[in-house]
């Protein structure tokens, strides 16, 4: 989820932004990765599009542990 999301925005965000978020998600830091993903569009005054905000809702959900099947 947290890599569809960032596919969505990449082109928003910048290299390094990315390659932050894409090095939290490879080191299965997704928690991090959620929070960077978000703190990044934010610095940028850029509100997640619709479908990225989605995938993070279900991202936060399933770190959570309130995931419905």
């Not at 932004?17 to 894409?22: D, F, L, R, S």
């Not at 490879?26 to 569009?41: K, R, T």
């Amino acid at each position: 989820m947290l890599d569809s999301a960032l596919e969505i925005e990449r082109h928003r965000l910048g290299v390094e932004q990315a390659h932050i978020v894409t090095d939290f998600i490879a080191h299965n830091e997704f928690g991090l990765a959620h929070d960077e993903l978000v703190d990044a569009l934010s610095e940028l005054d850029l509100v997640p599009l619709e479908p990225t905000s989605a995938l993070l809702e279900q991202a936060d959900a399933l770190m959570r542990g309130e995931a419905k099947p």
